[in-house]
């Protein structure tokens, strides 16, 4: 599938033709029509996008910062119409809770410190309604991402920051079975919240997120990247039970 690749502060970054999905469905959204086109809904649906899109690469930035922070190399970032990656070159010695919570953590902690910058800047503009409501959808955007990566379910951010927090206190793998299980109730709600309010991208999300949870359950080491046996998994949280 066509992207379009280029380099920020020297990092791979590859943006997939299918994000252009989103100017198409936020122009119908906003009352766009072919039949009766006006440029109105064009031109939300275009600045909202690029929000959008601007938020996740300011999310996958931030994972790449902390990792460039603790001396781990992030070999390109990606970002497509659902989701964005940075793909970390995690250490080939294993899980390292207290080295990783830092990169895992600045993804949503950057996108929760845009938005509040745009909430204050959404003051210095209260004289100009557009400039004001411009504002409030990079708060809204950006404020929702960083929400969303830090509900702790797998494959979000939450669960890998919880788990490396938890890991600093028990064995990584009991730590891992444990937070998939958090992980798994968590998609539950988010699925059960997605039905109430008609969340139509989380109510397609959610089942994929159920199963990352409990495939996690069956299978922890695969988390912690460990190559640890069955029998000493069971053993290991035997005695932390």
């Keep these: 599938m066509p992207k379009l690749k280029f380099h920020i502060f020297g990092l791979r970054t590859e943006i997939s033709i299918t994000v252009l999905i989103w100017p198409i469905l936020l122009f119908y959204a906003f009352g766009g029509t072919i039949k009766e086109f006006t440029w109105e809904p064009l031109q939300m649906a275009f600045y909202v996008s690029l929000s959008i899109w601007i938020a996740i690469l300011l999310h996958e930035l931030g994972h790449a910062a902390g990792a460039h922070m603790v001396d781990i190399e992030t070999e390109k970032i990606e970002i497509s119409a659902i989701m964005g990656k940075a793909s970390i070159a995690w250490p080939e010695e294993g899980f390292n809770p207290k080295r990783e919570l830092l990169p895992l953590a600045l993804g949503p902690l950057t996108n929760l410190f845009v938005s509040g910058v745009f909430w ?38 939450g669960a890998k920051i919880l788990l490396c927090l938890h890991a600093l206190l028990v064995p990584p793998i009991v730590a891992a079975r444990r937070v998939a299980t958090v992980g798994t ?29 409990i495939f996690a359950i069956k299978w922890p080491e695969h988390l912690i990247r460990s190559p640890i046996r069955k029998a000493d998994s069971m053993d290991q949280e035997m005695r932390h039970g």
Excluded: K, W
């Design 185 to 213: 109730i968590a998609a539950l709600g988010l699925l059960y919240v997605a039905f109430q309010n008609g969340y139509i991208l989380v109510i397609g999300l959610s089942p994929l997120f159920i199963l990352a949870n």
């Design 120 to 157: 204050g800047m959404s003051r210095f503009f209260s004289y100009d309604p557009v400039l004001e409501g411009m504002c409030f959808i990079f708060v809204g955007i950006h404020a929702a991402i960083g929400i969303f990566n830090l509900v702790p379910t797998l494959p979000m951010d």
